[in-house]
């Protein structure tokens, strides 16, 4: 299948672009850094045959305009915008998955509108870099996210590459990620860089009141299991679940086992109830 063609919502003057597929309970997708909404090529064709599988183009990626000059909201509120103009707000609230940058966006919205999400899946996640991770961690990968900038798409990809998946990983999985980080526009990722890359979520974690779900590869060297511990710990009665052998991008390192996850955890928990399902 190829992925949906683009369609869009109009957010405050902002063109948000998003793919659609499937039909059932709505899950929306957000994706990470240097990413858009094709790199869920797999979700949207494997979970379509029972949910309604939305995956946006953030802001300053894919199909979707750059934030304008001066932009002094949030992408929490975009989204949140975003939802309420694809009719997702009410009965129709629907369960949020961020993937690592996308993890941010994903708090941002709770942290703006906490009923905004039926439930939560947060993939790869960090409570922002400077919520997860030490300091000189943060400002070696702020000041190397700026260089990069500077540089053509074709020196960033091989050395993003390993830190996002195996060497195990398909050829295909690879190909994909390539393709996608080669169309990435240097204006978008930088205001994305400014707003996200120093923000720190952790006052966010202990008012999250949704169910939320933790997914992590065991190989994961950018946002490493534990920091999902510390966001196990953190969230109010959140699941953590692993998937073995897989890194960064395990949605696509291991579709099968995360697509499995996520269909569980949206089936055990239909429309809001309230935290405590059994373990994943």
Request: with cysteine.
């Amino acid at each position: 299948m190829d992925v949906p063609e683009l369609q869009s919502v109009d957010v405050d003057g902002i063109r948000v672009a998003y793919r659609q597929a499937g039909s059932g309970p709505p899950l929306v997708l957000l994706h990470g850094a240097y990413e858009d909404s094709r790199i869920w090529e797999f979700q949207l064709r494997d979970l379509a045959d029972e949910f309604t599988v939305i995956a946006w183009d953030c802001p300053g990626c894919g199909g979707s305009d750059d934030l304008p000059a001066g932009f002094a909201g949030t992408l929490g509120a975009v989204l949140a915008g975003f939802l309420a103009g694809s009719g997702l707000t009410g009965s129709r609230r629907p369960h949020v998955l961020g993937l690592s940058f996308g993890s941010t966006v994903a708090l941002d919205l709770v942290g703006g509108v906490p009923d905004a999400a039926s439930t939560l899946i947060l993939a790869s996640a960090y409570a922002g870099w400077v919520g997860s991770l030490p300091p000189e961690e943060v400002e070696r990968r702020y000041s190397r996210g700026l260089a990069e900038l500077e540089k053509p798409a074709a020196e960033i990809i091989p050395v993003w590459l390993p830190t996002l998946v195996t060497e195990r990983a398909a050829p295909e999985a690879v190909d994909l990620i390539s393709r996608i980080m080669a169309d990435f526009r240097p204006s978008g990722m930088r205001s994305l860089l400014e707003l996200a890359g120093l923000a720190d979520y952790r006052p966010v974690l202990p008012t999250i009141s949704v169910p939320t779900l933790l997914l992590y590869g065991s190989e994961d060297v950018r946002s490493p299991v534990s920091v999902g511990e510390a966001l196990r710990e953190a969230i109010p009665g959140a699941q953590l679940a692993v998937i073995p052998g897989a890194g960064h991008l395990s949605f696509l390192e291991d579709a099968d086992a995360f697509n499995t996850k996520v269909r569980r955890w949206i089936r055990a928990h239909p429309g809001a109830p309230e935290p405590g399902s059994p373990e994943m």
